[in-house]
């Protein structure tokens, strides 16, 4: 162990591992496969690709379909393995012994993770007492901090609150550096992407998914959109040939059906109106409104973990999200199919009426 980093050592690897349940609302997945049609014309899309060869170098066609998308120059944009290779690239290509990375708290906990492997130190801007985001908090820490990268997730996992994109340029016009926005859940927002204020804006890169709105987390597919002689400083830090051919023939495919997907988004978008109004006629809960594809509750009396292994032993599945103090006694809850709804709503009921034994501290 010790030829390992002390820094390494230090952190608690990222994980996921949970039972399959009836119902799975525990990772922000869209509750909907591809349809038969549409994984049959992809998949007719990767047999016309050589297999002996290389794939196309940084997805190149895939890479410029969506330019073209967002109406941005050639060059602008990147393909990952996830959204998340994309931002270890940005933080290995900004962040070293000396040099800060500012990130809200509570947010998603890689961010922390990738931000200490690149050798950054690390700020966090507390997130309001509403958890929603505090733009003059962030703009009093971007004076204070001097980060190379502030990040910010929006919406932002697990509350599901924004930065408006007025909000977003104010941080843009004071930051001393890189200002990324991940955009994982953006479709879901209802209001444009922060890749508008692209155009004469060289210190904001926009990380984008097709993990969630596009039901495709399983392609493991990622991009992000910045200005060209920004991505080309972030391929610097990706391996060559970082996306699979399988990856790129699939994600061309999804894109051919953009309007079909977009339909799904605002499928989604009714469906958590309605759970949500469902949760907060719950007595003992509280919902934050949320602009993603998932709805943080809080209980009132019941501890997390008690509750969240109550819904489990009744087949529903959700994410404790507890362990930060901000987010005390809170789970998130993924906006599935209407019968997913329904189930996970009749659980609730079920196990805040009858709740189980508390759990020792």
């Known amino acids: 162990m010790k030829a390992f980093r002390p820094e390494v050592l230090a952190l608690r690897a990222y994980s996921m591992e949970e039972p399959a349940l009836p119902v799975k609302a525990n990772q922000n997945e869209s509750p909907w496969d591809w349809p038969k049609e549409l994984k049959r014309e992809a998949l007719a899309r990767l047999a016309a690709t050589p297999f002996h060869r290389y794939p196309a170098f940084r997805g190149s066609r895939l890479a410029s379909l969506l330019c073209e998308r967002w109406e941005l120059p050639e060059g602008s944009c990147l393909l990952g393995n996830g959204s998340n290779e994309l931002l270890s690239a940005l933080f290995s290509s900004c962040l070293c012994e000396g040099r800060t990375g500012l990130l809200p708290s509570p947010s998603f906990s890689l961010y922390r993770q990738l931000a200490l492997l690149s050798r950054g130190d690390v700020r966090e801007v507390p997130l309001s007492e509403d958890l929603t985001y505090d733009a003059e908090s962030w703009l009093d820490a971007l004076d204070r901090v001097r980060p190379a990268v502030a990040l910010v997730c929006s919406p932002n996992n697990p509350t599901g609150s924004l930065l408006s994109l007025a909000d977003l340029e104010r941080l843009l016009d004071r930051a001393p550096g890189i200002v990324a926005v991940d955009e994982a859940y953006g479709e879901f927002s209802g209001i444009p992407s922060a890749a508008t204020l692209l155009p004469g804006r060289e210190n904001?890169?926009?990380?984008?998914?097709?993990?969630?709105?596009?039901?495709?987390?399983?392609?493991?597919?990622?991009?992000?959109?910045?200005?060209?002689?920004?991505?080309?400083?972030?391929?610097?830090?990706?391996?060559?040939?970082?996306?699979?051919?399988?990856?790129?023939?699939?994600?061309?495919?999804?894109?051919?059906?953009?309007?079909?997907?977009?339909?799904?988004?605002?499928?989604?978008?009714?469906?958590?109106?309605?759970?949500?109004?469902?949760?907060?006629?719950?007595?003992?809960?509280?919902?934050?409104?949320?602009?993603?594809?998932?709805?943080?509750?809080?209980?009132?009396?019941?501890?997390?973990?008690?509750?969240?292994?109550?819904?489990?032993?009744?087949?529903?599945?959700?994410?404790?999200?507890?362990?930060?103090?901000?987010?005390?006694?809170?789970?998130?809850?993924?906006?599935?199919?209407?019968?997913?709804?329904?189930?996970?709503?009749?659980?609730?009921?079920?196990?805040?009426?009858?709740?189980?034994?508390?759990?020792?501290?």
């Open 204 to 361: 904001l890169v926009v990380l984008r998914t097709f993990s969630k709105a596009w039901g495709s987390a399983a392609l493991r597919l990622g991009y992000a959109l910045a200005q060209p002689r920004v991505t080309e400083q972030v391929s610097k830090a990706l391996l060559p040939y970082n996306v699979s051919p399988l990856a790129l023939a699939l994600g061309e495919a999804a894109l051919s059906r953009r309007e079909f997907f977009e339909g799904r988004v605002r499928d989604l978008i009714r469906g958590r109106s309605e759970l949500f109004e469902q949760i907060v006629g719950i007595e003992g809960l509280r919902a934050y409104p949320s602009a993603a594809n998932f709805i943080l509750v809080r209980l009132q009396n019941l501890e997390a973990a008690d509750v969240h292994s109550a819904l489990k032993s009744r087949g529903v599945l959700v994410r404790d999200v507890s362990a930060h103090p901000a987010l005390r006694r809170c789970l998130r809850i993924s906006v599935g199919t209407p019968s997913e709804d329904a189930a996970v709503v009749e659980a609730l009921k079920e196990v805040v009426a009858c709740p189980a034994p508390t759990s020792m501290p």
